[in-house]
């Protein structure tokens, strides 16, 4: 047989041989065997892709809250009243009247305390305009207590508007002590010390007290001068409560010189109400707290004992 022969049987021997070893051969179209076995390989390692199904979602435990429980009402505790203060035994003041105007317009007041209708006691705190540290004896005896029975009434300055511009005289310059109905006589001229006037009464504030005088006939009057430290002393049971003043307060007893003394208001007080006692207190140049409080206090026993 030829060489073309002889390699032809081979090739068909060999086919035969791949045929009847099933299918170990492989398919030539595949490439060769190595080429099979990586892709084979490969096929393996690469899992085939898993159907993911979506875990359901965990139910949340329902949560339930515990129905709130009220708070019972605060009650808040009981306030406690403040401490009232105790009621004072300082009688009230009855009543305050404007008896009168001053020259320039000003009021003169009066103050009633005590009881209405009992012993009617009168203090005039300033007649000379500058001569009103008795007005700190009349501030005191609007707090102080008045003995029951007293009708105390009080008139802090009967000439204002002396005390505003501090002179003796009022604004018609007249000396208002000088002035009262009583005595009156001529003295003097507008500008002089005691200058009485043009006639009985002829200024506007005495004739406030002159009024007032006649509503409540007092038992008792005091008039407030200064500076002369002293208590002129009269006789008879005038004579007597001055005397008793001056104890009380520690004034000296001693008389009142170097005037003409008409028309004065004590003059004409012992002639309006004969029953009644009315005096001059002179001051010294100044009054503290302690003397005023002395004066007031020598008043109102006067006042209970007369």
């Given at each position: 047989?030829?060489?073309?022969?002889?390699?032809?049987?081979?090739?068909?021997?060999?086919?035969?041989?791949?045929?009847?070893?099933?299918?170990?051969?492989?398919?030539?179209?595949?490439?060769?065997?190595?080429?099979?076995?990586?892709?084979?390989?490969?096929?393996?390692?690469?899992?085939?892709?898993?159907?993911?199904?979506?875990?359901?979602?965990?139910?949340?435990?329902?949560?339930?809250?515990?129905?709130?429980?009220?708070?019972?009402?605060?009650?808040?505790?009981?306030?406690?009243?403040?401490?009232?203060?105790?009621?004072?035994?300082?009688?009230?003041?009855?009543?305050?009247?404007?008896?009168?105007?001053?020259?320039?317009?000003?009021?003169?007041?009066?103050?009633?305390?005590?009881?209405?209708?009992?012993?009617?006691?009168?203090?005039?705190?300033?007649?000379?305009?500058?001569?009103?540290?008795?007005?700190?004896?009349?501030?005191?005896?609007?707090?102080?207590?008045?003995?029951?029975?007293?009708?105390?009434?009080?008139?802090?300055?009967?000439?204002?508007?002396?005390?505003?511009?501090?002179?003796?005289?009022?604004?018609?310059?007249?000396?208002?002590?000088?002035?009262?109905?009583?005595?009156?006589?001529?003295?003097?001229?507008?500008?002089?010390?005691?200058?009485?006037?043009?006639?009985?009464?002829?200024?506007?504030?005495?004739?406030?007290?002159?009024?007032?005088?006649?509503?409540?006939?007092?038992?008792?009057?005091?008039?407030?001068?200064?500076?002369?430290?002293?208590?002129?002393?009269?006789?008879?049971?005038?004579?007597?409560?001055?005397?008793?003043?001056?104890?009380?307060?520690?004034?000296?007893?001693?008389?009142?010189?170097?005037?003409?003394?008409?028309?004065?208001?004590?003059?004409?007080?012992?002639?309006?109400?004969?029953?009644?006692?009315?005096?001059?207190?002179?001051?010294g140049p100044t009054l503290d707290g302690a003397g005023a409080a002395t004066h007031a206090e020598a008043?109102?026993?006067?006042?209970?004992?007369?």
């Open positions: 047989m030829t060489r073309r022969a002889t390699g032809l049987i081979s090739v068909l021997l060999l086919l035969a041989a791949c045929s009847s070893g099933g299918g170990r051969g492989a398919d030539p179209a595949a490439g060769p065997a190595t080429t099979a076995t990586t892709a084979s390989a490969a096929a393996v390692a690469t899992p085939a892709p898993v159907a993911t199904t979506a875990a359901p979602s965990p139910t949340l435990a329902t949560t339930t809250i515990p129905p709130t429980t009220a708070l019972p009402p605060t009650t808040a505790p009981p306030t406690t009243p403040a401490p009232t203060a105790p009621p004072t035994t300082t009688p009230p003041i009855v009543q305050q009247q404007v008896i009168g105007h001053s020259v320039e317009g000003r009021p003169i007041t009066a103050i009633e305390r005590g009881t209405p209708g009992g012993t009617a006691v009168l203090v005039i705190g300033c007649i000379h305009g500058d001569e009103d540290a008795g007005m700190a004896v009349v501030d005191t005896l609007m707090t102080d207590a008045v003995p029951d029975g007293i009708d105390l009434w009080l008139v802090p300055s009967m000439n204002p508007d002396g005390q505003a511009h501090q002179v003796r005289s009022n604004a018609h310059q007249v000396d208002l002590n000088r002035n009262f109905p009583q005595g009156w006589a001529p003295l003097g001229q507008p500008g002089d010390s005691q200058y009485a006037g043009t006639g009985p009464a002829s200024e506007p504030e005495t004739k406030a007290i002159v009024d007032l005088v006649d509503q409540i006939r007092p038992s008792l009057t005091v008039w407030y001068h200064q500076d002369l430290n002293r208590i002129d002393v009269g006789t008879g049971r005038a004579g007597q409560i001055q005397r008793r003043y001056a104890e009380l307060t520690g004034l000296p007893v001693a008389p009142v010189t170097g005037g003409t003394y008409t028309g004065t208001a004590t003059q004409w007080e012992a002639a309006k109400v004969p029953k009644g006692v009315a005096f001059i207190v002179e001051l008043v109102l026993t006067l006042a209970s004992t007369g």
